[in-house]
């Protein structure tokens, strides 16, 4: 690392440090990486990540280079991009240190990596080929300087409540790959799949006896799969790194929804002026990653509007729940 880097990270810090006792939101990215990247720097700033979920833009079938740019012009504050996409650009030519700098340059938080392996699996010789897959793709968001890949549950239809054991020891041994590359699986809940409650996830997490355990939640998802609010703040915010931000609408009725159902912040019923505080309260201050497949935005908008919208509506919505939160 250059002296002109640490320099430019010790002085974001102390810009942090001097936003918290001055009693304003605290950032938690790097500022001055932000003002680097061309980014706003006159926007009244978050003690939570704005951040982007590269899904929010699969209709428009753009290369990953492109999909940063325009979560940078938007304004976000950090990303994450699919796998898929990534590898495709690889494919072409492209390297990881590439879209490292990239990032870098456009300010960007790298939050998370979305990949899909079935490391859960029942079936041994899947679970052999999703280490391989996993072990690849760590090393791949390691090389664009990122900690996290996202850990959904899949190769089980449901969770057998008596081999929570187990579902233990797996989350244990892709926590322990993770290890070897410095990137970290964050176990997903997904609400129509086999891993849908809060309850199973912290349980698995917990049982895994690793430090680094920790869990990946979306607010959709959280409602589809039938948990309640009242207990969020039991989890610890600070050990969850990024939560997908969305909203749902009152109808259908929760477990009638898709995941094309899933709205803009503000344009649902999720109680975010409940919810978002006692995340806060509980010490999450990781990054709110908008996450949609909604056609309809996708028929009507183009990707500027679209993210303009994202950001705008995200930003809006957390900074009225910590209206009265944060003096």
């Known amino acids: 690392m250059s002296d002109k880097i640490t320099r430019r990270k010790a002085l974001a810090t102390g810009l942090k440090g001097s936003l918290a006792a001055m009693g304003g939101y605290a950032f938690a990215s790097n500022t001055i990486e932000n003002q ?4 706003p720097t006159d926007k009244k700033v978050l003690p939570m990540r704005v951040s982007l979920n590269t899904s929010t833009l699969l209709h428009y079938e753009l290369d990953v280079a492109s999909q940063i740019d325009l979560v940078a012009d938007a304004g976000f504050d950090g990303i994450e991009l699919w796998m898929s996409n990534i590898k495709s650009f690889l494919e072409q030519g492209g390297t990881t240190q590439e879209l490292k700098d990239q990032l870098a340059h456009r300010g960007l938080v790298l939050e998370n990596i979305i990949g899909f392996s079935k490391w859960c699996s029942d079936n041994a010789n899947e679970r052999t080929q999703a280490i391989d897959q996993l072990r690849e793709e760590m090393m791949i968001t390691a090389g664009m300087g990122g900690t996290y890949i996202a850990a959904p549950v899949q190769g089980i239809e449901a969770i057998n409540p008596t081999k929570y054991e187990a579902y233990a020891e797996r989350y244990a041994s892709i926590l322990k790959l993770g290890d070897e590359s410095g990137v970290t699986p964050i176990l997903e809940l997904w609400g129509m799949g086999a891993l849908h409650k809060i309850a199973d996830c912290a349980q698995i997490a917990i049982a895994t006896g690793h430090e680094k355990a920790t869990i990946l939640l979306d607010f959709y998802h959280v409602y589809r ?11 610890n915010g600070r050990k969850l790194p990024v939560i997908h931000m969305n909203d749902y609408p009152d109808t259908p009725v929760y477990n ?9 912040p503000g344009e649902g019923i999720c109680p975010f002026d409940k919810v978002i505080p006692k995340l806060y309260n509980a010490g999450f201050r990781g990054g709110f990653s908008v996450e949609l497949f909604n056609k309809g935005y996708w028929e009507t908008m183009d990707p500027k509007t679209l993210l303009k919208h994202s950001y705008e509506k995200t930003f809006e919505v957390v900074q009225k729940a910590l209206a009265h939160t944060i003096e």
């Open 225 to 235: 799969g039938g948990n309640h609010w009242d207990t969020i703040d039991l989890l």
């Open 36 to 39: 680097k990247g061309k980014r």
């Open 256 to 264: 009638q929804l898709t995941d094309a159902d899933r709205v803009l």
